[in-house]
């Protein structure tokens, strides 16, 4: 009766990556390959569910068994591996299987970090994973802004993903000087084995702008009618926005 003598991904495993394309079962002889061949007598389910699968494949020459799921596998997900009896022949008397499991992605790092203070303009706020997170849950819905209660529209595509450093990057966002802003990555892009734990969140602000020059200076008595211009300098962006709307900027004669 051939028994399982190697397996790939092995029993257990907790840390799959998404990556991982094929499963690979080494039996210690032959297997029945018209049973291999059968429909419904090579599963994998993914959280219970049957995945479709490519034809499994069969080296006669190793007695090794080879597929691969037809979506790819998803992050932070839990994997069973089903292979019928009918494979070992008529005195086998249960069906072989294992389990393993995908990486639960979790967050290592933000930029900015919480409680910084950065300068204004436009920003690509950064968040840094554990392990790769699947494409299609970067989203609006999971990577959220917010600035004094209120939300900050992300344009869904927008966003960035490297998937060499497991770096989701926010759409080019223009932050605005002195404010306070709030981000929210949801735990559904760790996975179904990712969904207890806490929505990650934290803060950070942008610089309030100081008055560093001014013309004409501050308590000068001389200044002549014949200058025309105020000019303020700061040493960082303002918000022009605030700066054009109406009674914001005003100059007093006595």
Known sequence: IPQMVSLSPAAGDTTVSTAVATVRIAFDSAIDEVALRTAG??????????????DP??????NTVTFAPVGGLR???????LLSSALGGPLR??????????LVPTVVSTAPAADASLSSGPQ???VVFSGPVDGDLITPQNFRLSSSGEPVELAADEFNYD???????????GLLAGSA??????????????ADLPDLQWAFSTQIPQVVSLSPAAGDTTVPTAEATV???FDSVIDEVALRTAGNVQLLQE
Request: hydrophobic share 35%; aromatic share 12%; net charge negative.
């Open 93 to 102: 008397q249960s069906d072989y299987g294992w389990s393993f499991s995908t």
């Open 163 to 173: 998937a060499a450093s497991f770096t989701v990057s926010y759409p080019s966002i």
């Open 75 to 81: 992050a932070g997900t839990g994997y069973q591996v």
């Open 124 to 126: 690509r706020i950064q």
């Open 181 to 194: 802003y709030e981000a929210i990555v949801s735990s559904r892009v760790s996975g179904p084995l990712g």
């Open 231 to 233: 000019r303020i300098a």
């Open 41 to 54: 007598n090579v599963q994998l389910l993914e959280e219970g569910r049957a995945l479709g699968l490519s």
């Open 57 to 62: 494949a069969y080296d006669s020459d190793d």
